[in-house]
């Protein structure tokens, strides 16, 4: 991290997480697309279901106050340790280059004013290594990237001013790229050898 001209390290694993809330803009700004561009993905959770949301209550109710009481889920050395694991999950050429071909189609795309830039690509490439890893893989399949491309590359996109109005998404971009660019045949992803 650097502030005031002055680097300092800061221990790994280093994570940031945001929130926004689509509602109350009031004294704030959108991040610029080079701010964005920064975040590996962006998910929207939308509202729990009834019974989820009455399970949140049901809790509260229990707890007798608003503080919620968090256990570590993983500890630092385990989670520096699946980071690592998923540095060992294999790309073949071909779903490398898949990527990069959904990434230029958002650049060439009739409805971006602005496309995925190349970390729009790395987040695909280490999304899929994700997505292969926590499925037990080690190598990543073009159902891998196509599973991770709407979060990794939505945000990316700066869509035409005149699609606004026909309240076209970027997400629904990303979703035409996907069913666009030519999926490489099973044949054309070789695993990895023992």
């Not at 690509?121 to 926590?134: E, M, P």
């Not at 990303?174 to 054309?188: F, H, I, M, S, Y």
Request: proline share 7%; aromatic share 6%; with cysteine.
């Amino acid at each position: 991290m650097t502030t005031d001209g002055v680097t300092r390290l800061l221990e790994r694993p280093f994570i940031v997480l945001a929130t926004q809330n689509p509602i109350e803009y009031e004294g704030t700004y959108p991040l610029p697309e080079a701010q964005l561009d920064r975040f590996l993905l962006r998910t929207s959770f939308g509202y729990p279901t009834a019974d989820a949301e009455w399970q949140m209550l049901e809790r509260r109710l229990e707890r007798q106050m608003d503080e919620v009481a968090l256990a570590a889920v993983v500890d630092r050395e385990t989670l520096l340790e699946m980071q690592n694991a998923v540095e060992q999950v294999h790309i073949s050429e071909s779903v490398g280059r898949y990527i990069v071909e959904l990434v230029a189609a958002t650049r060439e795309s009739s409805s971006t004013a602005v496309g995925a830039s190349p970390r729009g690509s790395l987040a695909l490439l280490k999304l899929a290594r994700c997505k292969a890893a926590v499925a037990g893989r080690d190598f990543a399949t073009p159902d891998d990237v196509k599973a991770v491309a709407v979060p990794a590359l939505a945000h990316r996109l700066v869509l035409k001013p005149e699609l606004w109005v026909q309240r076209l998404a970027a997400e629904d971009v990303v979703r035409e790229v996907l069913d666009r660019v030519a999926t490489p045949k099973a044949e054309d992803v070789p695993a990895p050898a023992p």
